[in-house]
């Protein structure tokens, strides 16, 4: 189809007259044989303010018709009866494409502001399904256009969401019947609540560390994912390059959820120098140190603690960046309970990493290499005396067994540790030497050791030893006593008044042991339970 020089039409605007006024001198001086340089110095001052771009467009435009043999062209603007349905069809994709993104966010997120997109513009725009949409407009035109209906990210620039909320009230004041301006104000008060949330500062501690000079740890409140509930991510970031270096996954927040994300990081990076954690009890506790912070300082690292978020605000912003970004990852890779997220940890890391360009760059590897496999565990200690061979915990009586499940014998004076590992396995660490724990059957247990586990007793305490011994002469003296009862019972000459008065006075003997027996396992209990 030809170009037109032809500019007239009947639904011209001022920018159409215009536009036809500047061809046409255009054309008057092409045919002088002046050049867009000249051209723009007659024309492209005053109040048509056109500029030396568009005249050489408007040239080349009008050199392709003269090729044509063209005798009009028509220039279309934003006037035009054409490019205003093209604009409605446009606007229409842009709506289906926001109610897939709202369908999107009702399949995989749980309790979503339906005013607010959880899934990333980018993401959406870049997914499969939205070929069709790409084809038909860039990235920024589409982020521009949800923004105009109302849908902005609290990642977005404070200036954005203003200038977007100016244009909503600016809506909700027109008298056009067609506009829900009841839906207009609950997105208003959404853009509000985004200012309300507390934005964290950015810090420089990329320039003060190396890599693995510090880390910071955290645990987060995942409540996002339908599938899986609520659960906890910990995590662990490295201070100089951001890079998170360490994710673990939990039902609850627990030591043992520290204790496997720590060990992770031991076998990815190595032992760093320094960690900063917030003031829970895991790692502080009535001003002294846990058992889970002393045994992370035996490695090496320095654990310090506060209660305020900006004491560790490198873990606290990867948290917010982490969770929507996760969600995504998770439900693109069909990973759906927390064992796999747990099983795919390094892979998360690496894809977390990648994705957000996090690199070590220049930076000197301060990570401490693991001695051994031993050295990327957390073992942690349990206060109990070693007492004649065996531990009691939980009353259960351990014993130390070697490989082959043999008693470990034990000399005096050697450093032994009872302890516990991530997965609460128990064991005996003697002479930084790793050895089982085996719990010992009732048929290997001494008289004493069934006593103190029927009553609840500890082992290692005299006083339990005592109420033993006390019972256990009661229970054997009152067998012989009621066999002597029963003997002068049976006897012939039980008429004697003295043996009658033996006999009696036996039988009062019995029954005050007997009450007193009781007695004092009544006193054994109350003891155990106390």
């Known amino acids: 189809m030809k170009k037109s020089f032809n500019t007239n039409h009947r639904d011209s605007t001022e920018y159409e007259l215009n536009k036809k006024i500047n061809i046409e001198k255009i054309v008057f001086y092409l045919k002088k044989g002046f050049t867009a340089r000249r051209i723009h110095s007659l024309i492209g001052d005053g109040s048509s303010g056109i500029s030396y771009s568009t005249i050489r467009r408007y040239i080349k435009q009008i050199r392709e018709c003269e090729k044509e043999n063209a005798t009009s062209i ?43 997109f959880s899934v990333p513009f980018n993401h959406f725009f870049k997914n499969k399904d939205e070929d069709k949409l790409k084809e038909k407009m860039c990235l920024t035109t589409f982020i521009n256009k949800c923004n105009m209906t109302g849908y902005v990210k609290p990642t977005q620039h404070k ?25 207009l104000y609950i997105k208003i008060k959404s853009i509000d609540n985004m200012e309300n949330v507390k934005r964290l500062p950015r810090t420089m501690n990329s320039v003060k560390f190396e890599f693995g000079e510090q880390v ?13 509930d ?26 043992i959820g520290y204790m496997k994300l720590f060990e992770l990081l031991y076998r990815a990076f190595g032992i760093p120098m320094s960690v900063r954690t917030d003031k829970r009890t895991c790692f502080s506790y ?31 912003r990867t948290n917010r960046t982490l969770q929507p970004w996760l969600i995504i990852f998770l439900r693109d890779n069909n990973i759906k309970t927390i064992d796999q997220i747990n099983e795919n940890a390094l892979l998360i890391i690496n894809k977390y990493n990648e994705h957000f ?12 290499k693991p001695k051994d496999e031993m050295d990327t565990k957390l073992y942690l200690s349990i206060d109990r005396k070693f007492n004649n061979g065996v531990i009691q915990f939980q009353n259960k009586f351990y014993i130390p067994v070697t490989d082959d499940n043999k008693y470990k014998i034990i000399q005096n ?14 064991f005996f660490i003697i002479n930084n030497k790793l050895f089982k724990a085996r719990i010992l059957r009732d048929d290997e247990l001494t008289e004493f050791q069934k006593f103190c586990k029927t009553f609840h007793l500890f082992y290692d305490d005299k006083r339990s030893e005592c109420l033993y011994r006390a019972a256990k002469a009661s229970k054997d003296f009152l067998p012989y006593l009621r066999k ?47």
Do not use: P
């Open 74 to 116: 028509v220039m279309y603007s934003h006037g035009n009866l054409n490019n205003k349905n093209a604009e409605k069809d446009f606007n229409n994709e842009i709506e289906k494409a926001i109610t897939n993104m709202k369908l999107k966010d009702k399949e995989y997120f749980k309790d979503r502001d339906e005013n607010k």
């Open 159 to 183: 200036k954005t969401r203003r200038n977007v909320r100016n244009y909503l009230i600016a809506l909700t004041k027109t008298e056009d019947k067609n506009i829900n301006k009841k839906q």
């Open 216 to 228: 910071q740890a955290d645990a987060c409140y995942e409540a996002w994912i339908k599938e899986l």
């Open 230 to 255: 609520n659960f906890h991510i910990y995590t662990i970031v490295e201070t100089s390059s951001k890079m998170l270096v360490s994710i673990y996954a939990e039902k609850e927040e627990t030591t």
């Open 286 to 316: 009535k001003r002294n140190d846990t058992e889970l912070a002393r045994q992370i300082i035996k490695k090496g690292t320095e654990v310090s603690s506060a209660s305020y978020g900006e004491f560790k605000l490198d873990v606290e």
């Open 357 to 368: 360009n996090k690199k070590i760059g220049d930076k000197l590897n301060f990570f401490i």
């Open 413 to 426: 004076g050697v450093e032994l540790r009872f302890v516990h590992n991530s997965n609460n396995e128990y």
């Open 484 to 530: 002597l009862i029963d003997d002068i019972s049976n006897t012939s000459n039980c008429s004697n008044e003295l043996l009658k008065e033996n006999l009696n006075m036996a039988e009062l003997i019995y029954k005050s042991l007997s009450d007193n027996y009781k007695l004092l396992l009544d006193s054994v209990e109350k003891t155990a339970s106390n």
